[in-house]
């Protein structure tokens, strides 16, 4: 499983922002993607992930209300729609993808196996 992550940029507080991510390989239809952040000094957090059939979604705390994951029919593309971004929420955000992981795990870095390059989001005025 190979995976393209998109659409970072810089924005102000209270701006929106979609993230893109591309994937390829033949277990993808059967694979949960997640969306995982990182700033500097700071560990790995899950955002948001989507299981296989996108009936299951998980969401740390944080961006609950403001964050959409979703994942087009053909599970191809996932996508972070953020929105109400606040400066707390810069840091390289990266895709992943993995299979069997259960849905009390979809948000442990740790449950996936493929990782895509990151892409830098800033929310600063």
């Known amino acids: 499983v190979q995976l393209q992550a998109s659409g970072g940029g810089s924005v102000q507080p209270g701006d929106s922002l979609r993230l893109s991510c591309a994937a390829t390989?033949?277990?993808?239809?059967?694979?949960?993607i997640g969306w995982f952040r990182q700033a500097p000094g700071k560990e790995r957090e899950g955002v948001a992930c989507?299981?296989?059939?996108?009936?299951?979604?998980y969401y740390t705390d944080s961006v609950k209300g403001r964050f959409t994951i979703s994942r087009t029919n053909d599970k191809t593309t996932v996508y972070l729609q953020m929105n109400s971004l606040k400066p707390e929420d810069t840091a390289v955000y990266y895709c992943?993808?993995?299979?069997?992981?259960?849905?009390?795990?979809?948000?442990?870095?740790?449950?996936?196996?493929?990782w895509g390059q990151g892409t830098q989001v800033t929310v600063s005025s």
């Open positions: 992943s993808a993995g299979p069997g992981i259960i849905y009390s795990s979809l948000g442990v870095p740790s449950s996936y196996t493929y």
């Open positions: 989507i299981s296989p059939g996108g009936g299951v979604t």
């Open positions: 390989g033949s277990a993808l239809p059967n694979d949960a």
